[in-house]
């Protein structure tokens, strides 16, 4: 049983020697439990903030020297568990490892699922962020302009197409060239801006001549920085990540931005929302499961994965992601289906 461990914790940017591989006998379900075989392993900027001691509100830090966490879609291979049988697809959090054993509690049964690693993103946790965020607290309107970060992203990818199935005009900012080719060729957005390009604010100006009613919030730093003079009264702000500093070792230097921040919430009657997507499970994931598996069976939200072939390479893969190597959602493919 191969798993990836915590190494040590990182200072500032994840190295690989943060991460450890190691091999450990496959282990033997006893009763009540199931032994799962991992297909697929979710990379998600999450768990940087649990590599840190003090891990994050929604969950424990990982400790060091433990495999560390993620979803994971899994084979049922061996099951002493009333509820599951040999062979069963499904839903689990069995972290960056080959095997796991599992009491059941937090597994959810995914039945025949032509393309299981879609539970992980466009039918799973980052498509519900892009749902709920989006829809519940940005409210989008037609007609109404939308700013999304991260635009090709596993979350960002889903914001933009959903803000375009309501109606509104969408830009995205995204990490070079070709991610805003594909965020317009591709997932429809109207106009896309290379964040690392001079002059964002300038040009995020130009594309939004009526100013931006929806900010969805998933970087921070510059991005945010070029959002907040344009927005307009009664702009809503759902804010989901601020991936531009979870590797911030210390508050930033420079200018403090604080008082320019609340000024413009306050004068502007923004409504910003902090939300994590772990509370929304029990009153809206079955709405989004329904409506999102409608829109993808009708073509009118695609699918974009980045799937890395090995364990051995999601440590590899989780620094890229952190520096924006990554389109569409990604995904290890741990074996085959
Ligand atoms: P993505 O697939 O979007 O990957 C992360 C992307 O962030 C990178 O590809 C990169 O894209 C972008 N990015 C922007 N600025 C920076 C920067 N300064 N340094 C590095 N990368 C940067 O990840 P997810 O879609 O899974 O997550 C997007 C955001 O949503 C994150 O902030 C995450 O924490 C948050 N999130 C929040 C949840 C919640 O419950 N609140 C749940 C799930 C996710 P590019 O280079 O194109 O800009």
């Not at 900010?215 to 009664?234: I, R, T």
Request: glycine fraction near 12%; include cysteine; hydrophobic fraction near 45%.
């Amino acid at each position: 049983n191969r798993r990836v461990l915590l190494a040590a914790r990182p200072h500032g940017k994840p190295v690989p020697q943060d991460f450890r591989l190691d091999e450990t006998p496959v282990p033997e379900p006893q009763d009540g439990q199931v032994l799962l075989r991992t297909l697929y392993l979710s990379l998600d900027p999450y768990m940087r903030n649990l590599m840190n001691a003090a891990g994050a509100s929604y969950a424990p830090a990982v400790a060091v020297g433990a495999p560390m966490v993620g979803g994971t879609v899994n084979r049922v291979v061996a099951s002493r568990h009333p509820d599951f049988r040999a062979g069963d697809l499904v839903l689990g959090n069995a972290g960056w490892q080959d095997y796991a054993l599992s009491d059941g509690s937090g597994l959810t049964p995914l039945g025949d699922m032509p393309r299981p690693s879609l539970a992980l993103g466009a039918l799973g946790m980052t498509a519900f962020t892009a749902y709920v965020g989006l829809l519940d607290i940005g409210q989008p309107q037609p007609g109404e302009t939308v700013v999304v970060g991260a635009a090709t992203g596993a979350v960002g990818a889903v914001v933009g197409q959903l803000a375009r199935l309501k109606g509104a005009r969408v830009i995205g900012i995204a990490g070079g060239a070709d991610k805003c080719r594909l965020a317009v060729e591709e997932l429809g957005y109207d106009s896309c801006l290379d964040r690392h390009a001079p002059q964002l604010a300038a040009h995020l100006a130009a594309v939004c001549p009526n100013g931006i009613d929806v900010y969805f919030e998933s970087v921070g730093d510059e991005v945010l920085d070029a959002v907040l003079p344009l927005l307009n009264n009664h702009a809503r702000v759902p804010v989901c990540g601020i991936i531009a500093h979870y590797n911030d070792g210390a508050p930033p230097a420079g200018p403090d931005h604080r008082p320019a921040l609340l000024s413009t919430v306050l004068q502007k009657r923004i409504r910003m929302q902090g939300f994590v997507i772990l509370d929304h499970y029990a009153t809206r994931f079955a709405d989004f499961r329904r409506e999102m598996g409608e829109w993808i069976a009708a073509g009118r939200v695609k699918t974009r994965e980045d799937v890395v072939d090995g364990l051995e390479q999601a440590p590899d893969a989780f620094i890229g992601l952190l520096e924006g190597r990554n389109a569409g959602k990604l995904v290890v493919r741990v074996a085959g289906d």
